[in-house]
């Protein structure tokens, strides 16, 4: 079982529409949570971060974490083609000092 | 405020060569890991270092080294090249030891093995 699991997708939504972007981990005792977008080309970039149950807002974004189903997720509200980029999933176990990453889910934007 | 600065951007080596990559964290930051990313295996850890001493290693070869001054700049070096080490090497700062907080990735050096 790997670490930290996202669906590599493509995931496709139109304009406007929410995507829902999906990770599960392993370490039930992982600490905090991040989601980073990487363009093409680019290096990934931290967009949320999260450390407790429930539900954080930031602007379109709203992350949200269940430790008991040890499960993280990524609502992109009013999705735009910018934000067509791969999204990728990030654990912090206890013990590491380290992020641990699943494989990113794509995400396409179709106006 | 400068963020992550990796050089060179662009490396390309012959098969059994070494190379020697360079990063500058954001000003304040004592800790420096390093990513190998490839379209296969993702983003792996290599290695994170906090005040000079690597405090982490992930599962890479021997070849993989890498180091931290005590500017709090890290440099990483791979030893007699291989194919397969063709990929994008990132450094990430962190401000205090540990990920808590999330990295902030440099722009990645893209290292091509021929």
């Known amino acids: 079982q790997k670490e930290v699991e996202q669906n590599s997708g493509p995931l496709s939504v139109p304009e406007g529409a929410i995507a829902s972007l999906n990770c599960t981990y392993s370490?039930?005792?992982?600490?905090?949570f991040f989601w980073y977008r990487q363009y093409s080309g680019k290096s990934p970039e931290l967009i949320m971060s999260i450390y407790s149950n429930g539900d954080k807002e930031d602007g379109r974004f709203t992350a949200q974490l269940n430790k008991a189903s040890q499960y993280v997720s990524l609502l992109i509200r009013d999705s735009q083609p910018s934000d067509s980029a791969t999204y990728l999933c990030a654990v912090n176990p206890q013990y590491g000092n380290k992020l641990v990453f699943g494989a990113g889910t794509i995400l396409r934007v179709k106006s | 405020k400068a963020g992550v600065t990796q050089t060179p951007r662009y490396l390309i080596k012959t098969r059994g060569q070494q190379v020697t990559l360079s990063c500058s964290p954001i000003?304040?930051?004592?800790?420096v890991s390093w990513y190998q990313q490839t379209p296969g295996q993702g983003l792996q850890f290599l290695f994170e270092y906090f005040s000079e001493t690597q405090r982490n290693k992930g599962n890479f070869p021997g070849r993989f080294s890498g180091r931290q001054f005590s500017n709090s700049r890290s440099e990483m070096n791979v030893s007699t090249l291989e194919l397969g080490d063709s990929a994008l090497y990132l450094c990430a700062s962190s401000p205090d030891r540990g990920a808590n907080y999330g990295y902030t990735f440099g722009s990645g050096t893209r290292l091509t093995v021929v």
């Open positions: 000003s304040g930051h004592r800790s």
């Open positions: 370490d039930r005792v992982s600490q905090s």
